[in-house]
Structures are given as structure tokens and as C-alpha cells.
């Protein structure tokens, strides 16, 4: 498994903006996806957003569509979370997560970015 380091997350007010960033550790990591998880106090985690490197191809949840974007970098060893017209109930913990194979479980996942949005 290869270590994921998130950042970018803090505190805003309702409408503001934030960009997420999660790159991998490793040099000769290789990953067919990388996406974003988020789970809020009590409640489950959910998928956010994710990218497939091979064809750019990006999906995201339906709370998020229109404001949230997924990229990445040339390398395809970093990822970005644009997060736009936040709300309050984009509260959560934000995780990174990539696999080297296109479908299942993600198996490597970062340590979590706290974004709090307050009205």
C-alpha cells in the first residue's frame, strides 16, 4: 500500500470555497483511480467524487455535482478536490483513496481532512 496525504481542509462559511489535495508517497506508485470519501459525525462514509486515470473519466456523488471537481496531476500521483458553494452538510471528515485496479474496495486511504462548513 502506498501512504495518501491529504490537506487543504478547514473551516468556511456557507458559499465559500475550498481545494482538497492528496498525494501519494511513493514514486513508483501506480494507481488506476483516485477518489473522494467523506463521512459526517454519525454517519456512514460516502463516496464523493473519483477519477480514472487511464481516460480523465470523473464521477460525483449527486450532492456534490455542479460545485465539486475532481483533477489531477500529469503525473497521476496527486489529486485535487475543488469544492465550490460549500454548504453545511459537506461537514465531514474528506479521505483520499486510490487503487492500482479499477473496480472493488479502494484498498489505500488517507488519514482524513476535517472541512466544516458553518452557515
Known amino acids: 500500500q502506498v501512504q495518501l496525504v491529504e490537506s487543504g481542509g478547514g473551516s468556511v462559511q456557507a458559499g465559500d470555497s475550498l481545494r482538497l489535495s492528496c498525494a501519494a508517497s511513493?514514486?513508483?506508485?501506480?494507481?488506476?483511480?483516485m477518489g473522494w470519501f467523506r463521512q459526517a459525525p454519525g454517519k456512514e462514509r460516502e463516496f464523493v467524487a473519483q477519477i480514472i486515470w487511464r481516460d480523465g473519466n470523473t464521477a460525483y456523488a449527486d450532492s456534490v455535482k455542479g460545485r465539486f471537481t475532481i483533477s489531477g496531476d500529469n503525473a497521476k500521483t496527486t489529486v485535487y478536490l475543488q469544492m465550490n458553494s460549500l454548504k453545511p452538510e459537506d461537514t465531514a471528515v474528506y479521505y483520499c483513496a486510490a487503487d492500482p485496479s479499477l473496480f472493488g474496495n479502494y484498498r489505500s486511504w488517507g488519514q482524513g481532512t476535517q472541512v466544516t462548513v458553518s452557515s
Open positions: 511513493r514514486r513508483t506508485f501506480s494507481s488506476a483511480r
